[in-house]
């Protein structure tokens, strides 16, 4: 016990996490979304209405969110185990599977709010959780669809999960600021998910080297307009940019300076709060830019998983503070073994081994330093609220909370 009492003074206590007071405005949370989408309007919403009845009412909403993420965790386990190269070709079955997963992850995703009205068990927990495996699964569903799209140990996967932690980080904190969770007409959850999907079975039925005939073969007319070198996927990858850039993280700008406007608050001192990101991402390039062993020794899943343990991390803590009306977070202590693992690689400070033990204990460091927060973090929610993070509590308890 002396040892481990000792252990937990080197570590950050619960209220340096999240403090009494800030607990206390979970009193005012009320969860607001908005969803134009077409497809949630006419065809998901009312299969998500009939997926939730499958679901006993005993089961916890946090709980359904949990063994939706452990669908994504377990075809990346199948990429390790079968493709560890991303490129394959794998057992068409394979495709499938990683298709089916993300099905499930998402279906998993959109029925556990509904099942927290449908018993009565919504709470400020709930977004949190949810919120939280969606940013950890930025990393593991992009390294599916990578694996899906055969793009190998290369910059295509990484551009692949920077996308699609790029516009989580932006969706959350155009939330922070306007208080609501915006989806549009064509969004990533939905329209840009269920392309995913169908792009995994595509690989399936007729394998993934379709996306790496050349582009103006791929995409007849329009692929021409891309250099020559260029494959279908580059072209893909290109198209998604432009329309991330001006279809997402644009609108978020302009909804956070309409809310800013409304608030009579300054847009431009928000600005600085992306820095945090462009840091992230930036010593990810830098890193990778100089690397001695990621690339040429198949390290890119260690790789892409530690900066995706920080990266969920940066954005929980963003969506803690919109909870508790903290403000706005800047720094994650998990972004040190980024920012130096940049600065060796870029200073020529590695060689592959040391590299590799350095990339090995950063993982370990941020997996460790993300689950300590996690866990402390939910402890002191559920002690507050009266409730229980992975079953329902009784009524009755809960009122007692309050």
């Known amino acids: 016990m002396d040892v481990l009492s ?5 570590l950050p206590s619960g209220d340096e996490y ?3 007071d800030a607990l206390k405005n979970l009193r005012n949370y009320k969860y607001c979304s908005v969803d134009k989408s077409f497809l949630t309007k006419y065809l998901y919403r009312h299969y998500w209405e009939w997926a939730v009845t499958l ?7 946090n709980l359904i969110t949990l063994v939706g993420l452990s669908f994504e965790v377990f075809d990346v386990l199948l990429v390790l185990v079968i493709m560890p190269d991303l490129v394959g070709p794998g057992p068409g079955w394979l495709y499938f599977a990683f298709g089916i997963g993300m099905w499930l992850y998402s279906t998993f995703d959109n029925v556990d709010g509904k099942q927290a009205r449908r018993t009565g068990s919504s709470s400020p927990l709930g977004e949190l959780f949810d919120h939280g495996c969606d940013a950890l699964n930025c990393t593991i569903a992009g390294i599916v669809e990578a694996s899906a799209f055969a793009c190998g140990i290369s910059w295509q996967t990484v551009t692949i999960v920077f996308f699609t932690t790029m516009t989580f980080f932006f969706s959350t904190w155009e939330e922070y600021h306007t208080g609501v969770l915006y989806l549009g007409y064509v969004n990533g959850p ?12 595509a690989s399936g039925i007729w394998g993934p080297e379709i996306w790496h005939v050349p582009a103006a073969k791929g995409l007849p007319g329009v692929g021409l307009l891309f250099p020559a070198s ?36 300054s847009f431009v001192a928000t600005l600085p709060q992306l820095v945090q990101y462009v840091v992230f991402a930036s010593s990810c390039y830098v890193w990778l830019s100089n690397t001695t062993t990621i ?3 198949n390290h890119l899943v260690l790789f892409l998983v530690t900066a995706g343990t920080a990266f969920g991390r940066i954005v929980s803590k963003i969506i803690l503070a919109h909870l ?54 939910i402890e002191r929610f559920c002690e507050f609220l009266g409730i229980n993070c992975l079953s329902i509590t009784p009524r009755k308890h809960r009122e007692k909370a309050e």
């Open 190 to 201: 939905t329209e840009i998910l269920t392309l995913a999907v169908l792009a995994c079975f």
């Open 18 to 20: 999240v403090t009494e």
């Open 295 to 297: 690339f040429v020794n």
């Open 6 to 10: 000792r252990a937990r003074t080197f």
């Open 230 to 265: 260029w494959e279908l996927m580059d072209a893909m990858l290109a198209i998604t940019g432009v329309a991330m850039l001006f279809g997402h993280c644009l609108v978020c700008c302009w909804n956070v300076y309409a809310a800013c406007k409304e608030k009579n608050r």
């Open 55 to 61: 679901f006993p009412r005993w089961m916890a909403p």
């Open 324 to 377: 508790t009306e903290m403000p706005f977070p800047s720094y994650t202590v998990q972004m040190v073994p980024l920012v130096v693992g940049a600065i060796l690689a870029r200073l020529g400070l590695f060689v592959p081994s040391t590299e590799l033990l350095f990339l090995v204990l950063s993982c370990m460091f941020v997996v460790a330093a993300y689950l300590h927060w996690a866990l402390v973090v």
